[in-house]
């Protein structure tokens, strides 16, 4: 399976400030989807990133608030905009591989104070 | 939306005992996979069982799937210590992923 690394782990930001997350793969992928779990709850997906294409988000999160980049096919970015407290939570991102199997990143717990 | 429905929430269970888990969604799905999440770290893949499949073994992990009543089950056979995570299932629609996540069991296994 592909092996998905994150930056950063975790950070702990300013209300109003912007994080990039960056997501890389060992191997070139067509599909990466980001994810968000709030604390204690189950994972949400916010959108899906495809090389060489917008990324496609889904209902409730949208492109200013958290815009995405696909530059190649083992990268992606995801920044969360003008954070609030609301916005504390782990980021993961995932990528498919043939089968349909969906593999995880580390994760990165942002705090947002 | 969520798609899967896990149940128990919680499951507390003694080292060696079996625990299973259960999995409802309302859709027509492509595949079902189950993900192992420790302590709110990144989620581990552990099986993707097809809808035309019935069952599937891996290791100490059974995993049974009827499309009918639209249920998944995880059975952790012989479980440890080091089982206790956070469990989830993920179903995939015909024809589009990404996958769409249940709220998650919870299991504790007391050594």
């Known amino acids: 399976s592909a092996v998905i690394s994150q930056k950063p782990s975790r950070d702990i930001c300013q209300r109003g400030t912007s994080l990039t997350i960056q997501c890389q793969v060992d191997?070139?992928?067509?599909?990466m989807f980001w994810y968000r779990q709030q604390p204690g709850q189950s994972l949400t997906l916010i959108a899906t990133a495809n090389q060489g294409s917008e990324a496609t988000y889904e209902s409730g999160f949208v492109i200013d608030k958290f815009p995405i980049s696909r530059p190649n096919l083992t990268f992606s970015t995801l920044t969360v905009s003008n954070m609030s407290p609301e916005d504390s939570s782990i980021y993961l991102c995932s990528v498919e591989e043939g089968g349909y199997e969906q593999y995880f990143g580390p994760g990165t717990r942002l705090t947002v104070t | 939306s969520q798609q899967g429905e896990e149940d128990p929430q919680a499951l507390s269970i003694q080292e060696g005992e079996n625990a299973t888990m259960n999995c409802s969604y309302k859709t027509s799905i492509n595949n079902l996979q189950w993900y192992r999440q420790n302590s709110g770290r990144g989620l581990v893949h552990l099986i993707l069982i097809r809808s035309n499949e019935r069952e599937k073994h891996s290791g100490r992990l059974r995993v049974t799937l009827d499309t009918s009543k639209k249920s998944s089950s995880l059975l952790i056979t012989a479980s440890r210590a080091a089982d206790t995570a956070s469990y989830f299932c993920?179903?995939?629609?015909?024809?589009?992923?990404?996958?769409?996540f249940g709220k998650g069991t919870r299991l504790s296994v007391i050594a």
């Open positions: 993920a179903t995939a629609r015909p024809g589009n992923t990404p996958l769409v």
């Open positions: 191997s070139q992928v067509t599909m």
